[in-house]
């Protein structure tokens, strides 16, 4: 049981006193890294809220691409993947790598930018 505040309330905090109190009074150059550290911290708390999900459907479409076991770890996937890429066995023609490739992308952006201007048509 955790009775303390989670990271995302911490960094949620930092984020709050940046835009709210320190922000605000600052100028110039102090004033512009303010506002990039906010920018940061903002997905630092994507990446904490959208990450875990992400992953498991990612290893889950890898799992089914690959016929990989269950138990295989995102990383050991996605060694296999790049690999089966470079000997030739997974192509573009191969059933499910453009639509894999392309969700995975996808997911990424949204945690990195997701105000980028072709995130909406990426994901029509």
Do not use: C, W
Not at 12 to 37: C, Y
Not at 63 to 90: F, T
């Amino acid at each position: 049981m955790h009775d303390q505040p989670s990271v995302s309330e911490l960094v949620q905090a930092v984020k709050n006193f940046i835009d709210e109190t320190a922000g605000p009074n600052l100028k110039g150059h102090a004033a512009f890294h303010a506002r990039v550290a906010s920018n940061a911290l903002a997905t630092v708390l994507r990446d904490l809220d959208q990450r875990p999900a992400n992953e498991l459907e990612e290893a889950s479409r890898l799992i089914a691409l690959l016929g990989a076991s269950d138990g295989a770890d995102l990383e050991s996937l996605n060694r296999e993947l790049s690999d089966k890429i470079r000997s030739g066995d997974l192509t573009p023609e191969t059933p499910g790598l453009l639509a894999h490739l392309k969700t995975t992308t996808i997911a990424q952006v949204e945690i990195d930018q997701p105000r980028y201007s072709g995130l909406k048509t990426a994901k029509s």
